[in-house]
């Protein structure tokens, strides 16, 4: 079993950036393939950003490309989401989600661990 925290959410003006981090315990990290989902109020929840177990290989939503970038630090058991430029839509619960295997999916039935959440608000 895979325990996820996520840290990092708050409340930041539009245009301002944040980041997220989400350390994983129970399994070799290395072992996981990662990814960052989130849920706006009142919506179901989406994909956000992955990334491979190596971190070569990473893919996004089209509504976070060039603004958002997934990194991970095998070392340190921890994946990271900065978020840059961000806007009001962006506002959500942001989850971190892992499973085992060796392919990268958007689609959160393929995730088996998730983390508690963490709040991002952008105001206007």
């Known amino acids: 079993q895979v325990q996820l925290v996520e840290s990092g959410g708050g409340l930041v003006q539009a245009g301002g950036s944040l980041r997220l981090s989400c350390a994983a315990s129970?399994?070799?990290?290395?072992?996981?393939?990662m990814g960052w989902f989130r849920q706006p109020p009142g919506k179901e929840r989406e994909f956000v950003a992955g990334?491979?177990?190596?971190?070569?290989?990473?893919n996004y939503a089209d509504s976070v490309k060039g603004r958002f970038t997934i990194s991970r630090d095998n070392a340190k058991n921890t994946v990271y989401l900065q978020m840059n430029s961000l806007k009001p839509e962006d506002t959500a619960v942001y989850y971190c989600?892992?499973?085992?295997?060796?392919?990268?999916?958007?689609?959160?039935?393929?995730?088996?661990?998730w983390g508690q959440g963490t709040q991002v608000t952008v105001s206007s």
């Open positions: 989600a892992a499973r085992l295997g060796a392919v990268a999916t958007s689609r959160a039935q393929d995730f088996a661990s």
């Open positions: 129970g399994r070799t990290f290395s072992s996981l393939v």
């Open positions: 990334i491979s177990r190596s971190g070569g290989s990473t």
